[in-house]
Structure formats: C-alpha cells, structure tokens
C-alpha cells in the first residue's frame, strides 16, 4: 500500500439518529425494511468516505437480519465504523438500534456489514488508509471481517469454478425443501 498513514478507528466513526414517521412505515405501522437500508448505505458511505477522504461505492452488503421490527415514533439511531480495510475497500459494521421515546426502551433490530469501495473521480479505485486498532474490540472486529472476506472468496472461488457440477451436491439438496426433476 503507497499510502502510510493510519487512521484510529474513532476518528472515523459516525452515528445518526431519525425519528420514524408514518410515510417510512407498512399498513401495519413496521417501518419498511427497504427504508432502513437505505439509511444504512448512507451512513456507510459517509463512514466509508470520512476514512477515505474520497468518494465511495456500496460493493456488497453482507447478511441484513431484521431481528426486531422498528415501529412508528420510535427513534432509530444508526451507528457505523471502519472495521477492516483493504487496499481500496472498507467493511463498514453497523448496528441499528431503535428506542420508545416514550418508555425510553432501546431494542436492537439489526446488524450488518457493507463492503465500500473508495474512488478517484474517473471512477477507479484508490488505496485507503490503514487502520490503527487500540482496543480488544476493534482488534476483534478487524480478524471477524477478515475471516468474513476469506469465506467469501471460498465461495466464490467454488462456485466460479469450472469443476462446479450441481450433480455433486445431490446429497445436499434432499436436506432442503425441493424436489429435484433432472
């Protein structure tokens, strides 16, 4: 990597907070899940981008689990850091939480991990400053996210492969729910 510096994970962490309204919501009054998406590409742009100092892309979002839903009125607070980074890329965590404003009870409703990509303005990629990590935490962060990027590309290498033969993984498919018509 040409470029040296190292920034402290704190120095780029970023934390929003929306009110929910009735125009983000379903009939049932359950904030739409597209919404809360939306918002969670922003805040990992803009985290991605305070890192970077340059222009971001989402390149990947990885495993969105809406664990509880978030309801009308609630305040959704959104908080994003760096926890890894590549030459041009970034894993951007972020934790979505919403509270009762009334009661002041605070749920967790999802986590998730975007892949940023910085850019130069005729669009091609740019290295990233490194990482200064100083807690256990973010110390933890970084090798998850790591060993997230690994699995992936496992993956991806198998089923790119030109060896890939769907016929292998008949003994898996009758685990599932599908009947198999060849």
């Not at 689990?65 to 009125?73: A, R, S, Y």
Request: proline content about 3%; glycine content about 6%; aromatic content about 8%.
């Amino acid at each position: 990597m040409k470029n040296n510096k190292y920034i402290p994970i704190n120095n780029t962490r970023i934390s929003i907070s929306e009110l929910m309204l009735p125009s983000h919501a379903n009939f049932s009054g359950k904030i739409h899940g597209g919404y809360i998406l939306n918002l969670m590409d922003q805040i990992a742009f803009a985290c991605a981008s305070k890192h970077s100092a340059t222009y971001c892309v989402t390149a990947s979002v990885d495993t969105v689990d809406f664990l509880n839903p978030i309801e009308v009125g609630e305040l959704v607070t959104m908080k994003a850091s760096v926890n890894y980074v590549g030459r041009t890329s970034m894993v951007v965590g972020i934790r979505v939480e919403a509270q009762n404003i009334q009661t002041g009870k605070v749920k967790h409703c999802n986590s998730s991990y975007f892949t940023m990509v910085a850019r130069d303005e005729s669009g091609k990629g740019v290295a990233v400053p490194g990482l200064l990590l100083q807690t256990p935490v973010e110390m933890r962060r970084f090798l998850k996210a790591a060993k997230r990027l690994e699995m992936k590309k496992t993956r991806q290498d198998e089923f790119d492969s030109d060896d890939f033969n769907p016929t292998d993984y008949l003994q898996e498919l009758t685990k599932h729910n599908v009947k198999i018509a060849l």
